[in-house]
């Protein structure tokens, strides 16, 4: 990479197969497709587990991302698109999922992808997504009870953290990690616009802030948003967080400090694709394999 | 003898100077840049050279604006809301809901016959509701700020953006562009989009005619074009509508410290 040019705000995309999984004859084979404002999901199970997983950036057509995510998926799974019984495309970009059976809201399936990753004593989601932060209760069975969502605004959102990361020139995968590094908790900022952070910052570093500072006083303001948000769909243990943000730790130690709550730990997802950020796409895809069930009976 | 307004804006700092009948003498204004405590102090006296007075001349000095703080020495501080009540009914004696969009906020404001405040809304801390939006949009668009207005005169409306949020009303823009849609389509959808973020705000407190609108966006064509499409009441554009907070100080000044009007 160009010294200089470096895009902080980029993180990792990816994508793993699990072959212990590989299908055999008899195998029921889903997908789920979460097309969102930041990234884009694919997950393939089989009879309810997960084969392949693909994690890569949303680009400016809903269509071809969902394509593209989908055929990352299917690399080195011995598996054509043909071969999937049933897809469920969900996310923001949901309606242009070209090879979708049927769509979900990103909402039932983060609560269904929860239940899966954690297991049945989730009830209350926070998933911090591209674009929006929502609060969801869900009961054992990883069904939504309700639910609410911040008004649309980038803070504390994966866009408004991207757009910090290329302010503060600090790569987005380490911000929560440089941000925990302070004395003392500095007080929230207290505005946080993420397009008059363009200026404020500025200001706070001319000031003498250590970028830490800045950055901690940022993720401060946002881990409030996000337990306000919390509070008012009323937070019930056990506490886990989905989406990108799941991520960082900067923001989960903080959520953690001002509900004093612990949230559920982050699972070892590179063992088993059990990632919170693809949580939507296992919802959909568990979601796949239930309609695939019922269309036969 | 004279009296003096200053508006501590946060892009510019604005000087009005009222003589004894509240007429207008003189106007200044330059930018705030890093050392607004200087501006000030440089645009006051370009005013009173404009009015051909000196310092002890003025009587009273009332200052507003979010820089307050940074203000020359002031004999007293009016706040925004109140500066726009009184400047609105002093601009149009009939109006009774006078809207402020400002570089970095935005404020709506309803007030009687004598320029008291009825109740208000602001729109502050977030970009989306004021000309940072717009200035953020025209960056996106990669047309210059001061050339949009005029462009989007040209649109019929084909397109739509969101004016919820600056960082994403970017991503819409660009995929806007993307989509090839003409430029000056995206202009008039980005003005859209602000006169309605500013309606909504209209409508959280009612809105009473007659309405004035102010602020530095108030000289941008392209918006007050969409206002005016969008809501269903006249709307009066003074001259000079970016002075409007320091006129508000100054008329202020003068009910303070004594002049022949109200």
């Known amino acids: 990479m160009i010294e200089g040019s470096q895009q902080y705000w980029r993180w990792r995309e990816y994508h793993l197969v699990f072959p212990e999984k590989r299908p055999k004859q008899s195998s029921i084979i889903t997908a789920g497709v979460d097309i969102g404002s930041v990234s884009s999901k694919a997950v393939i199970m089989v009879n309810g587990e997960i084969y392949s997983i693909s994690i890569m950036r949303t680009g400016s057509s809903s269509p071809d991302s969902a394509k593209k995510v989908m055929e990352w998926a299917l690399k080195d799974t011995e598996l054509k698109l043909s071969d999937i019984h049933y897809i469920v495309g969900t996310g923001y970009g949901r309606v242009n999922v070209p090879m979708a059976h049927n769509t979900l809201t990103e909402i039932a399936c983060h609560a269904k992808g929860a239940n899966y990753i954690w297991g049945p004593t989730v009830r209350t989601i926070l998933d911090v997504g591209g674009q929006d932060i929502k609060a969801i209760k ?17 803070a504390g959102t994966g866009r408004g953290m991207e757009v910090l990361a290329d302010l503060l020139k600090i790569p987005i995968e380490e911000m929560g990690a440089v941000s925990l590094n302070v004395d003392e908790e500095p007080e929230p900022v207290s505005c946080t616009c993420v397009a008059f952070a363009r200026t404020e910052a500025m200001w706070l570093l001319r000031r003498g802030w250590t970028k830490e500072k800045v950055l901690a006083a940022y993720m401060r303001a946002m881990a409030i948003r996000m337990c306000n948000l919390l509070q008012r769909v009323g937070c019930e243990s056990e506490l886990a967080v989905t989406g990108g943000q799941s991520k960082n730790v900067g923001i989960i130690s903080r959520v953690e400090s001002l509900l004093g709550m612990k949230t559920l730990p982050m699972p070892e997802w590179e063992k088993d694709g059990r990632d919170p950020m693809a949580a939507g796409a296992i919802g959909a895809a568990l979601f796949a394999k239930a309609l695939h069930e019922k269309a036969k009976k | 003898m004279p009296f003096a307004g200053i508006d501590m804006g946060i892009q510019n700092v604005k000087v009005v100077i009222l003589d004894d009948d509240g007429k207008i003498l003189a106007r200044s204004i330059s930018p705030s840049g890093f050392e607004p405590a200087k501006a000030a102090e440089q645009t006051f006296r370009e005013a009173l050279s404009n009015a051909g007075i000196r310092r002890d001349d003025i009587k009273h000095v009332t200052a507003t604006g979010a820089g307050l703080d940074m203000a020359l020495e002031a004999d007293s501080t009016i706040s925004m809301v109140a500066a726009d009540a009184k400047a609105g009914v002093y601009l149009l004696p009939s ?156 008329l202020h000044a003068l009910a303070k410290a004594g002049g022949n009007i109200q």
Do not use: W
């Open chain 2, 95 to 250: 109006a009774r809901t006078v809207i402020d969009v400002g570089a970095e906020e935005s404020r709506i404001v309803v007030c009687d016959e004598r320029g008291n405040v009825l109740d208000f809304t602001l729109n502050e801390r977030c970009a989306a509701g004021s000309g940072a939006f717009l200035e953020a949009m025209a960056r996106a668009l990669e047309v210059r700020i001061e050339e949009m207005g005029e462009l989007s005169l040209k649109a019929k409306g084909t397109a739509s953006i969101s004016a919820t949020c600056v960082i994403f009303g970017e991503t819409d823009v660009v995929s806007l562009i993307h989509r090839q849609e003409p430029k000056h389509e995206i202009a008039r959808a980005i003005y859209d989009a602000l006169a309605e973020r500013i309606i909504s705000m209209v409508h959280r407190v009612g809105l009473k005619p007659s309405v004035i609108l102010v602020g530095g966006v108030a000289k941008d064509i392209g918006f007050t074009a969409a206002l005016r499409r969008k809501l269903e009441a006249e709307i009066f554009v003074p001259n000079y509508p970016e002075y409007a907070g320091a006129l508000g100080a100054a």
């Open chain 1, 138 to 154: 869900c009961d054992e069975k990883g069904k939504v009870l309700s639910f609410l969502m911040n008004d649309k605004c980038a």
